[in-house]
């Protein structure tokens, strides 16, 4: 019992350590105070993130073929850029790549 009270403890000290730093800017600063550049900035930071946790895995998705993996990718990007429907992009790229391994 006494193991598990110290696991306990240990993981509520680590869920307050990580919401500490989401909550402080919350509380300290005023999304109106912010320079319009800044937001801007901010604006952009979840595509960036979600491109970086994307495209590594996309380019290796498909370890015997590079070509097919880019080949996906790029259909993801346009449909995603043209149609702005990421449900539409997800189901024509994952076509596309059992379309394209059907064929080689």
Same mark, same amino acid.
């Given at each position: 019992?006494?193991? +598990?009270n %110290? $696991?306990?403890?240990?993981? /509520?000290? +680590?869920?307050?350590v990580?919401?500490? @730093?989401?909550? /402080? #800017? /919350?509380?300290? &600063?005023?999304?109106?105070k912010? @320079? ?5 900035f901010?604006?952009? $930071? #979840?595509?960036?993130?979600? *491109?970086?946790?994307?495209i #590594?895995? *996309? /380019? =290796?998705? $498909? @370890? ?6 880019? =080949?996906?990718?790029a &259909? !993801?990007?346009? &449909?995603?850029?043209?149609? %702005? %429907?990421? $449900?539409?992009?997800? &189901?024509?790229?994952? !076509? !596309? !790549? ?7």
């Open positions: 019992m006494y193991q +598990m %110290n $696991i306990l403890v240990i993981v /509520l000290l +680590m869920a307050l990580t919401y500490i @730093p989401r909550l /402080l #800017p /919350l509380v300290f &600063v005023k999304a109106d912010l @320079p319009e550049k800044f937001k801007l901010l604006s952009y $930071i #979840p595509f960036a993130v979600l *491109g970086a946790l994307i #590594p895995d *996309g /380019l =290796t998705g $498909i @370890p015997d073929s590079l070509w097919i993996s880019v =080949t996906v990718l &259909v !993801a990007a346009l &449909v995603s850029w043209y149609k %702005n %429907n990421v $449900i539409l992009a997800f &189901v024509l790229s994952v !076509a !596309a !790549a059992w379309g394209l391994q059907s064929l080689f």
